[in-house]
């Protein structure tokens, strides 16, 4: 795991080179390299994973007309190794870096890219093409930043080390109100104008001039469609199908020269992983939890229940309110732009603990978005139960649930009630944003943001959802939310948590094979009824406590409420004081005042967007606009 950045310009020298490369240590802190020949530089930080003596980059071929810096790890590199041996090879180290220069001299860019498995973000200056080329994995699970400014094309694995090459540093306003939408901005948009994240599953050509042209070479909408054709239908098979291949992929992403083990958080899908780890390792793992002081946001028992059932080496951390607070502003200031989703902060923290026993860990992350483990994919189904409602009775219950403040429904599941009254009325697709949109809805963005800073941003939010009209409303949803909120949220969330702590975050339910498993199988085979992630808990239901199969989802939670209330509230109010808004100029000062005074004032619980609020107005300090 490591930290890239680069330029083509015959303006930046090496010390520009450097300078920016040094931005990125806590992601590479082992060891340094770079590459110059103007008008090309290229910039390296390691963090060593595999090949601990011989793997520096930046690397090069046999006659160094090809230069490669890679940050990522490529779990098939030794077949593809294999492979390029018995074609004539010679490769002088056991580095995944070296396999793909090879495989891109002997294949090409696009076919070298086809047959990568793995999680990376590289760049390799073809000398002879006199063209760099510079891609991102499958799923976006490694980032990529980019820009073309005045003097030429530059790029880099975060944005701290590119803003030093801004021409003028602007706000989005897409990526404002994408930000004010979701609690975090998705691939290609970022919160600067003119400013680039390459999006999952595609390529720059950029050539010696700095011009560049934007390619994709994994279409996974091409691929969910096709799949239509293709269906797992018989469930025995499909269950043996996804145990064989999530076997594999743990087994693969296990390799490693340095200590690892897992983030066991006690739900399903972290069990799991730790579980099978336990079957294919010779000695106990390492498996790392945290719990909470605070017993509505504590899932360490649960965890607990699973590392003794797998004989884990486990450790808990149990937190108070100011083991979090401590790390806030570190948390959110790596993020480098607004990033809204609280469970950043314990995510920091746990990864932080792991980080004094191992240097990687697996995790359980994506398995909701591609088996069905989330409450919203249950939409349908509740506004299905809904309708069986009488009529008259349906708008008895729907004015008394309007009488009562969400902040006073304490209960889960008159909340729950009350959210699916409320989406009762939409078609599927509103039903898709409103819940996607974690943050303001476009009506609540007419009343925040002032008239020139608001931006519809309905059409991007729904973008994914139309690529494939042919698809069923659920699979349109799966497919949204891999695009969407996997890349923008919770893969940035891990990357980010991870690197600060130099650690290396690794999602064996991520390999292109499982995903293509996953929108193969019929949606009844996910979700029946109530049971969400079906399949998964049939599957592996001999590794776990027969309690873990029952839990219910909770996450990473935060007391934010209190919170506002208490520890953060001199400062909150600081950041939304009405002449700090004015002179901003881009809220509605009165609008956000409504809200402090409805949450702080017990009528409405409002944590959430005064959350949105205040990671933006820091991340807004800290830029100096």
């Known amino acids: ?37 103007s008008p090309v530089g290229l910039g390296h930080r390691r963090l060593s994973i595999i090949d601990l003596s011989s793997g520096t980059q930046p690397m090069y071929n046999e006659d160094s007309s090809l230069v490669i810096v890679f940050n990522g790890e ?64 499958r799923f976006g699970e490694k980032p990529l930043y980019y820009l073309k400014n005045s003097h030429g094309f530059v790029f880099a694995s975060e944005l701290k080390a590119l ?10 306003v897409t990526g404002l109100n994408l930000y004010f939408s979701l609690t975090y901005i998705p691939a290609p948009y970022t919160i600067y ?103 509505a946001y504590d899932e360490s028992e649960r965890a607990a229940l699973v590392a003794t059932h797998i004989g884990s080496d486990h450790t808990l951390h149990m937190l108070g309110h100011e083991d979090l607070l401590a790390v806030v502003d570190e948390s959110l200031a790596y993020f480098d732009e607004p990033f809204g989703d609280s469970s950043a902060i314990p995510t920091m923290i746990v990864a932080k603990k792991a980080k004094g026993k191992v240097t990687v860990v697996l995790t359980g992350d994506c398995a909701d978005e591609l088996f069905g483990g989330y409450e919203k994919y249950l939409g349908n189904y509740y506004t299905d139960k809904w309708n069986t409602i009488p009529y008259f009775l349906r708008r008895f219950i729907e004015t008394g649930l309007n009488l009562i403040p969400h902040n006073n429904l304490t209960n889960h599941e008159l909340r729950k009630l009350k959210k699916v009254v409320h989406s009762a009325s939409l078609t599927a697709e509103e039903r898709y944003i409103k819940l ?28 994914f959802y139309h690529e494939n009209p042919e698809l069923d409303e659920m699979q349109k949803t799966f497919y949204s939310d891999v695009k969407l909120v996997l890349e923008g949220d919770m893969l940035t969330k891990l990357d980010r948590m991870c690197m600060i702590n130099s650690l290396e975050g690794r999602v064996p339910f991520l390999d ?9 199988l019929p949606y009844e085979f996910k979700i029946e009824g109530k049971n969400k992630k079906k399949i998964l808990k049939d599957t592996f239901a001999d590794l776990l406590p027969l309690k873990t199969l029952h839990f219910a989802k909770k996450g990473f939670g935060l007391p934010l409420r209190l919170w506002f209330k208490k520890e953060l509230k001199e400062e909150l ?9 004015h002179n901003q100029g881009i809220f509605n000062a009165a609008y956000i005042h409504k809200l402090l005074e409805e949450h702080m004032g017990n009528k409405e619980n409002h944590s959430v967007k005064l959350w949105t609020l205040f990671v933006f107005q820091k991340w807004f300090k800290r830029q100096g606009f």
């Open 1 to 37: 795991m490591c930290g890239i950045n680069g330029f083509v310009s015959p303006k930046y020298s090496k010390e520009d080179l450097l300078k920016s490369r040094d931005h990125l240590q806590n992601r590479g802190p082992d060891e340094e390299g770079y590459f110059y020949e």
């Open 74 to 137: 490529i779990y098939n590199f030794k077949k593809l190794r294999a492979e390029l041996i018995k074609d004539g090879h010679k490769f002088h180290s056991e580095s995944d870096t070296e396999v793909i220069l090879k495989a891109y001299q002997t294949y090409g860019l696009d076919i070298c890219l086809e047959k990568l498995e793995g999680m990376f973000a590289f760049a390799i200056w073809d000398k002879r093409k006199k063209k760099l080329f510079i891609a991102r994995d």
């Open 163 to 172: 803003y030093e090459y801004f021409d003028q540093k602007k706000l989005s």
């Open 193 to 295: 104008e003119g400013v680039w994240k390459l999006e999952a599953g595609h390529y720059l050509e950029v050539d010696e001039n700095g011009n560049y042209s934007n390619n994709c070479y994994y279409n996974l909408g091409a691929l969910v469609k096709e799949n239509q054709s293709r269906q797992i239908l018989d469930y025995q098979h499909a269950k043996k199908m996804l145990r064989e291949q999530l076997f594999a992929s743990v087994e693969e992403r296990m390799l490693a020269d340095v200590p690892l083990g897992a983030f066991l958080s006690g739900g399903i899908d972290s069990s799991i992983i730790s579980a099978i780890m336990a079957k294919i390792s010779n000695e106990p793992i390492k498996t790392f939890s945290i719990g909470f002081h605070e017993k």
């Open 436 to 463: 996607t949109s974690l943050g303001f809805s476009e009506h609540e963005k007419k009343y925040l943001l002032v008239a020139s800073f608001n931006q519809s941003q309905e059409e991007k939010l729904s973008h």
């Open 512 to 520: 292109s094979r499982i995903v293509d498993i996953s929108f193969r």
């Open 573 to 581: 109010l600081e950041l939304l004081d009405k002449n700090f808004l």
